[in-house]
């Protein structure tokens, strides 16, 4: 029998999280003894995505189809009936947003009033009777657990990047965009001031951090113009496609900052695995305490907890100490969160 054939279905742009995680499934594919390609005729994707990844036009390459959700219901209702070319024990649903069984429609929906609950669980119903969410916290009814995110190679140990600043021009930044983290946000900035010694280089990179926002979503991209530049941070807008993971290792210390939704539901997001890849000392704040299941033993030592500036300062004074404690955890999580095992699970639950 022919290895399976995967084609992912979504709604792709350069800048998505899950963009770069689909990059991942493609060059792990071999590994795990199948293909993975963007399925084009049930997509949209830009043209800087395009160009990193495979997208193929024929439905008939695959013999499964993967659709992938986020904020945004993006087929339309001739795409909906090409959906029937692939058998329905052969599709899946991977659900980042934990749409299935919400109470309402999620905190992007919440923000926009586009989509309801009941419209999620009806488009999710056509589609497929497998219904995958990476979710840590109590799975509803129906929806069965994928952790669809995985560490990326190459994995950089903290110690082999080193603490020069050539090679670590920051001690604290945050890659990623401002949706329902302006909070956390200030208050690690207010962290790293009140540090021994402050933490003063500082960098933000991505989009709605300086006043503008997003249309349609002005409450998730609340930010206060010029706050991050006066207190010495520098804004950046996003980083290119396929470097978020490089760029990130730049800095000592990179916070992994959840929005509401997560926390409340224990949702694994592709940020909490490149930070630790990324060879910076990952941070979690209370918010992402849940985490500390998938980052073992060592994760409390990494938590901000009631002194955010005291846990700043012992990690930027101890670095090799703390770089020796996320290694170990790089270690562990390569075998059960390599990219690899991520795309066997799915082929066990396709199966």
Not at 84 to 94: G, L, T
Not at 123 to 129: A, G, K, V
Not at 154 to 179: C, F, K, M
Not at 257 to 282: D, Q
Request: proline residues 7%.
């Amino acid at each position: 029998m022919s290895r399976p054939r995967i084609l992912v279905a979504g709604n792709f742009h350069w800048q998505a999280g899950f963009s770069q995680t689909v990059a991942a499934y493609v060059r792990a594919a071999r590994e795990a003894d199948c293909e993975v390609r963007l399925c084009g005729p049930l997509s949209r994707v830009d043209a800087e995505t395009a160009r990193h990844l495979p997208v193929e036009p024929d439905l008939r390459w695959g013999t499964h189809l993967v659709i992938m959700f986020e904020a945004k219901q993006f087929l339309t209702e001739a795409q909906l009936d090409l959906v029937e070319a692939f058998p329905r024990q052969r599709r899946a649903i991977v659900d980042f947003d934990g749409h299935w069984g919400a109470e309402e429609g999620g905190d992007g929906d919440s923000a926009s009033g586009r989509y309801s609950a009941e419209s999620w669980r009806r488009l999710y119903s056509t589609l497929s009777d497998l219904i995958l969410q990476p979710r840590l916290g109590p799975l509803p009814a129906g929806a069965r657990f994928f952790k669809c995110f995985g560490l990326a190679a190459p994995v950089r140990h903290p110690l082999e990047l080193g603490t020069g600043a050539q090679s670590r021009p920051y001690d604290l930044q945050y890659i990623g965009s401002n949706w329902w983290r302006w909070e956390p946000m200030t208050e690690m900035v207010e962290a790293a001031a009140a540090a021994r010694p402050p933490l003063r280089r500082l960098r933000v990179c991505g989009r709605w951090w300086d006043g503008g926002s997003c249309a349609g979503f002005e409450e998730a991209t609340l930010s206060e113009p010029g706050w991050l530049r006066a207190r010495g941070v520098e804004v950046h807008p996003p980083v290119p496609f396929g470097h978020v993971v490089e760029q990130m290792g730049r800095s000592l210390i990179s916070p992994v900052l959840v929005r509401p939704l997560v926390t409340s539901t224990g949702l694994l997001t592709p940020r909490m695995f490149e930070t630790l890849a990324s060879g910076s000392l990952p941070v979690l704040p209370v918010a992402a305490k849940f985490l500390a299941p998938v980052y073992g033993d060592e994760a409390e030592h990494l938590m901000l907890g009631d002194d955010p500036a005291g846990t700043l300062s012992r990690l930027s004074a101890e670095h090799e100490r703390y770089g020796r404690l996320v290694g170990e955890i790089q270690d562990r999580l390569r075998v059960e969160y390599g990219y690899p095992r991520v795309l066997r699970d799915l082929l066990d639950l396709l199966a």
